[in-house]
């Protein structure tokens, strides 16, 4: 073999560089797709946790304003129940003071 066997010629170089080129980008296509698949992979999950969110979103509304229709009517019933004890309390003190004044004029008797 002689030493001019031994260089690389400058048309060896570009076909080896050509080569390595296509190489290169027949691998990023491949790593590409694989990526793409990979993000409609995301895509489809990120959809399907989106609906989920929605679908919990809207029992939490409905749950919500089922608590505040119950919180109203609990605090009415309450009033109300109030407002009847008030009464009650106020008889019973107006029978009370009636008693004492019955009885006063009992004892003033004897």
Request: charge should be negative; proline fraction near 0%; glycine fraction near 4%.
């Amino acid at each position: 073999m002689s030493a001019r066997d031994e260089f690389v010629t400058k048309d060896d170089l570009e076909k080896s560089l050509g080569k390595f080129k296509e190489e290169i980008i027949h691998e990023f296509h491949i790593v590409t797709e694989g990526l793409m698949d990979h993000i409609k992979l995301l895509a489809e999950g990120h959809s399907g946790v989106v609906q989920r969110l929605d679908h919990m979103e809207t029992r939490f509304d409905h749950m919500e304003a089922e608590n505040e229709r119950q919180h109203i009517e609990t605090r009415a019933l309450i009033k109300l129940s109030f407002s009847e004890l008030d009464k009650r309390l106020s008889s019973l003190e107006l029978q009370v003071k009636e008693l004492q004044e019955w009885r006063k004029q009992v004892q003033d008797r004897l």
